[in-house]
């Protein structure tokens, strides 16, 4: 590899290759979490939680990286993308908690009982 390709990938503010491998990244574990739910992958079966969390989290990282480059360039994009990284912020602080801290199942009885609806 070039030193150009190593140089280069992690200034956000003028290149996006970074966010772009994130996002591939992130689909690439998602598909893990699809695949891991098949009976062929019964043995990867006790990590699909993670696959899709970790997806979840490299989705969530090359949109943050996407942002410092469209807060340059694109100001109008920036503007927009800024509320949906504040969703999902919280949408994967919701995840990690409830699926990774938690260290319980979540069933729709549990939280329909406890009055939270």
Not at 44 to 70: I, N, Q
Not at 88 to 111: M, R, T
């Amino acid at each position: 590899m070039s030193e150009k390709f190593t140089d280069d990938i992690f200034d956000l503010k003028n290149d996006r290759r970074l966010s772009a491998y994130l996002y591939r990244a992130g689909f690439g574990c998602w598909l893990l979490y699809i695949v891991s739910g098949a009976r062929f992958m019964q043995s990867f079966s006790l990590y699909r939680t993670d696959f899709g969390v970790f997806a979840f989290f490299l989705m969530v990282a090359g949109l943050s990286a996407s942002m410092v480059y469209d807060y340059y360039h694109q100001p109008v994009e920036f503007a927009q993308k800024k509320k949906w990284l504040a969703i999902s912020y919280l949408v994967l602080a919701g995840l990690i908690y409830f699926l990774i801290l938690h260290n319980e199942p979540v069933s729709v009885d549990k939280l329909f009982g406890q009055g939270l609806f």
